[in-house]
């Protein structure tokens, strides 16, 4: 019997349909399991930087303001009906790796974030990937919303922005931690990209700046 099964020659068809069932099959035994992914900032090159005429020490504080479901969440993989699954999460606290980029910024702008007597505050009320289920693929769209002040020793607020991006990753067979993984790095480098080259923000630190 083992030796007839193994002589019948399949349609090529249907060695197809077995294979896109298994792939299937994968695709879904993958979706029911949590994942964790190294995300990096990734500066946005086509912005410019802005020195400060005077060296500038701030306070720079950076506090998860999500409803999310741990604090380094990213991203939920859901099925074709949007049910969640499993959940996507960064290695590190989303904090963390936004605290890390606006001080790389900073500092390459002549900042030092420390001790200072203007405060910088930083919200993060979003930053996350959403699958989008579409004809024949799936999407990931990246969000960041986060909310800047900056305050001096007195406690009046010298500048205050909502900053706010959005964009589409490649599109997949199915939404997969890569996916969720870049389209998060692509947000968060827009984002404080757009925080960095605001000259209100700028001049806020300290006043004069100029472009190099």
């Not at 069932?21 to 190294?38: D, K, N, T, Y």
């Not at 020195?51 to 303001?65: I, K, W």
């Amino acid at each position: 019997m083992i030796a007839l099964c193994r002589s019948v020659k399949y349609p090529a068809a249907m060695k197809i349909n077995i294979f896109v069932i298994a792939a299937a099959a994968l695709c879904s035994a993958c979706a029911i399991i949590p994942e964790q992914v190294q995300v990096e900032y990734k500066p946005d090159a086509s912005v410019a930087r802005t020195q400060l005429l005077s060296a500038s020490a701030v306070r720079l504080q950076v506090a998860d303001a999500r409803h999310a479901e741990g604090v380094s969440w990213i991203a939920d993989k859901k099925n074709g009906y949007g049910m969640r699954l499993a959940s996507i999460a960064a290695q590190r606290p989303v904090a963390d790796l936004v605290r890390d980029a606006v001080v790389q910024e900073l500092t390459a702008r002549g900042v030092r974030v420390g001790e200072g007597r203007t405060t910088v505050t930083l919200d993060i009320t979003r930053l996350e990937s959403v699958f989008q289920t579409r004809f024949f693929s799936v999407g990931a769209i990246g969000y960041a919303d986060f909310a800047v002040q900056v305050r001096r020793v007195d406690g009046s607020i010298a500048y205050a922005r909502n900053f706010s991006v959005s964009n589409d990753d490649e599109a997949g067979l199915a939404g997969t931690a890569g996916q969720a993984r870049r389209s998060v790095e692509s947000a968060l480098s827009k984002v404080v990209g757009q925080i960095v080259s605001d000259p209100a923000f700028i001049a806020a630190l300290s006043t004069g700046p100029r472009t190099t």
